[in-house]
């Protein structure tokens, strides 16, 4: 069985919070959507602390496709597939480094740090010179940008510019990046690892659902959870129209009250209030940049979830800490990060525990992929307009708006056989 891109509307009914699973499993669906979505939308590639001089690259993905992020001798940053000319080699294995040449290990093609074909084995003898190096350099992005630091870029030259695809999101997104004079950096060390699920189970969880924590993080959480239990914690979440979604509590989580974190975050508090004012200094967010970058700046982490089959993405886990910390604490924040939110980390354990069994139930079941899931919470309740927080405002903690638009956005980008813009002037714009 296999779903053609025309009945994807009847799977995916997010108006009525009703999403057939089989989007998640099917491995039609899963190809298109390598072509429709990621071969489309702005895509997170790497942070400019991650390659700081000329000739620092970054190994990532785009949808299924390899792609190095290099610094270029001009300070330039530019992207390209990692994938040889002439049969297709990886023409890169490392994770990250600093080259000035990628020297194919097939056949022993050679490019420079801007993607350019230089060397060819035999050009004048084998190939009679006939071949034109200018023309067979590496397949660059066709747009690349970055939003303070935020490299992202997109192999659609129709696609709007980045600031646009960003919308609303750039106000939150500056909560954990421009929070403090000096910015962020992204310490060295990937974390990466596989579930059995699909990306967009996590991607949407991130957008969203702060409702699973008090039961799935019950155990993990301890002392700090337990002001989760019962009563939903104050809070908003904020649906974009281009798909993006963030999740806030108000107030603040003090973890203890010596360590060194705890004591750095007590000193910065009122330089990040300045800053950006209160709404967003008393707040804890987790977020999803559509379609698959999500993070929670209260746990210094990044993440990006790369498919790698229907039902089948790795976790990449970045860890963010502020630029000018001293070394001690940003050593604190990353023992902390690798703890809760790395591969063995006592938070993530849990979401992971999850997103396997519900990808083993979907690979195996037929009857459980033929039950629609519930996406009803909060339907008919969202609010638009809200005095503090731009954006589509639901004005409680927990409510699946953001899931329903990512589905959306979702469902635009795979029905659409033209870039599909958002027109509305205001993302508030009505629900229809
Ligand atoms: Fe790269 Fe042949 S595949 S040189
Ligand atoms: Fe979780």
């Known amino acids: 069985m296999s779903i053609e891109?025309?009945?994807?509307?009847?799977?995916?009914?997010?108006?009525k919070g009703l999403i057939s699973p089989e989007i998640f499993i099917d491995e039609k669906v899963y190809r298109e959507e390598l072509g429709r979505l990621f071969g489309r939308a702005w895509l997170f590639l790497a942070h400019d602390s991650m390659i700081p001089k000329p000739g620092d690259f970054f190994n990532t993905y785009m949808g299924g496709d390899p792609v190095i992020v290099a610094r270029q001798k001009d300070g330039s940053v530019r992207a390209y597939l990692n994938a040889c000319r002439h049969r297709g080699m990886k023409v890169c294995r490392a994770e990250d480094g600093n080259a000035r040449n990628f020297m194919c290990t097939y056949h022993g093609w050679a490019y420079d740090i801007s993607g350019e074909l230089?060397?060819?084995?035999?050009?004048?003898?084998?190939?009679?010179?006939?071949?034109?190096?200018?023309?067979?350099?590496?397949?660059?992005?066709?747009?690349?940008?970055?939003?303070?630091?935020?490299?992202?870029?997109?192999?659609d030259p129709t696609a709007p510019p980045l600031h646009e695809y960003l919308g609303d999101m750039t106000f939150y997104i500056d909560s954990w990046v421009d929070h403090v004079p000096g910015g962020i950096e992204i310490l060295p060390g990937v974390i990466k690892w596989t579930i059995r699920g699909n990306w967009k189970i996590a991607a949407e969880q991130f957008a969203g659902d702060g409702y699973h924590a008090q039961v799935t993080h019950s155990s993990?959480?301890?002392?700090?959870?337990e002001g989760m239990w019962g009563k939903m914690p104050e809070g908003a979440q904020f649906s974009s129209r281009h798909g993006h979604g963030h999740s806030m509590v108000f107030g603040r989580v003090t973890r203890f009250d010596d360590d060194p974190l705890s004591v750095y975050n007590a000193e910065r508090n009122p330089v990040v209030e300045e800053r950006l004012g209160s709404s967003r200094t008393n707040m804890l967010g987790n977020f999803t940049v559509f379609p698959n970058m999500s993070g929670l700046p209260a746990s210094a982490n990044l993440r990006v979830w790369h498919p790698k089959g229907p039902n089948t993405f790795e976790i990449w886990s970045f860890t963010v800490v502020d630029k000018d910390a001293p070394e001690q604490v940003k050593k604190a924040q990353q023992l902390s990060a690798t703890l809760t939110e790395g591969a063995a980390?006592?938070?993530?354990?849990d979401d992971g525990e999850n997103w396997n069994l519900m990808g083993q139930i979907l690979e195996q079941g037929y009857q459980t992929r033929r039950m629609d899931w519930n996406y009803q919470m909060g339907l008919g309740h969202e609010t638009e307009d809200h005095e503090t927080y731009p954006g589509r405002i639901n004005g409680t903690y927990y409510g699946e708006g953001p899931q329903r638009t990512f589905y959306r956005r979702w469902?635009?980008?795979?029905?659409?056989?033209?870039?599909?813009?958002?027109?509305?002037v205001r993302e508030s714009g009505d629900e229809s």
């Open 5 to 15: 891109i025309d009945d994807l509307a009847d799977k995916v009914q997010w108006e």
């Open 118 to 155: 230089i060397n060819v084995p035999n050009l004048a003898d084998a190939y009679h010179n006939d071949l034109d190096r200018k023309k067979w350099g590496l397949v660059q992005v066709a747009q690349i940008d970055n939003y303070k630091g935020l490299w992202f870029a997109t192999f």
């Open 220 to 225: 993990s959480l301890g002392k700090i959870g």
């Open 345 to 349: 980390g006592i938070v993530e354990l």
């Open 411 to 424: 469902l635009e980008f795979m029905t659409s056989e033209k870039w599909p813009r958002v027109d509305a």
